[in-house]
């Protein structure tokens, strides 16, 4: 197993159009996590699920976001109606304990520019 | 709800010196606390974490960090850094009995290892 990966690395839109990034956890982990990170920032929490149960959404996940893990396994996440305000590194992480602490490992992330 | 401050945004140091990342943090309960880094066009790395035990904390490529529960503080340091130090580091912490343990991120520290 490789680590968490992300796709694409790179996305530039229009504002008002609809994109979806996706992320493939570390095949173990039941949890996996969306974080967002703009210029000069530390990440900030969005969502998370554990198996394909989304458990938790931050309030920064306004109605134009969503997520979801299908099958417990890969995640996506969309944003439609773009604003420029959504440009950031969206990074995914995933952990492997249930109900515990874990360490979560994260993705190189997926770098948003809306123009 | 939790904050992390790190109160310094860029660090210069020069090669083969210590450095030392501050880090504090505010919680109404007890946390979990963590230090991340991310080199250039990377994912976030886990360089060590504080669970509960002994507050010195050692970590990879020779960091450590110590833990005060009176000063709310978890300041990371490297006694020598090397010119691969160059990077950004994150202080992190996670409620001990929060379901999900996301991360709460400071705004980082920008080190750069000057030869």
């Known amino acids: 197993d490789t680590g968490v990966s992300q796709d694409p690395r790179h996305k530039i839109t229009k504002r008002g159009q609809n994109v979806t990034f996706r992320c493939d956890p570390i095949?173990?982990?039941?949890?996996l996590y969306w974080y967002r990170q703009t210029l000069g920032q530390g990440p900030e929490f969005l969502t998370y699920?554990?198996?394909?149960?989304?458990?938790?959404k931050s309030r920064l996940l306004s109605d134009r976001f969503s997520a979801e893990r299908p099958k417990g396994s890969f995640s996506t996440l969309e944003i439609q109606r773009t604003e420029q305000g959504d440009s950031a590194m969206y990074l995914c992480a995933s952990s492997g304990i249930a109900g515990g602490v874990g360490e979560q490992f994260f993705g190189p992330g997926t770098r948003l520019t809306v123009l | 709800a939790q904050s992390v401050t790190q109160l310094d945004s860029q660090v210069p140091v020069f090669e083969e010196a210590p450095v030392e990342l501050r880090c504090n943090y505010s919680s109404s309960v007890s946390v979990y606390l963590f230090w991340y880094v991310q080199y250039p066009n990377q994912g976030l790395q886990l360089l060590l974490k504080y669970l509960s035990g002994s507050t010195l904390v050692k970590g990879i490529n020779g960091f450590e960090a110590e833990f005060n529960k009176s000063q709310t503080s978890f300041h990371l340091r490297k006694p020598s850094v090397h010119i691969s130090d160059t990077a950004e580091y994150f202080c992190?912490?996670?409620?001990?009995?929060?379901?999900?343990?996301?991360?709460?991120f400071g705004g980082g520290t920008r080190v750069l290892v000057k030869p």
């Open positions: 699920f554990q198996n394909e149960a989304q458990l938790e």
């Open positions: 095949s173990e982990h039941n949890r």
């Open positions: 992190a912490v996670s409620d001990l009995k929060a379901a999900g343990n996301k991360l709460t």
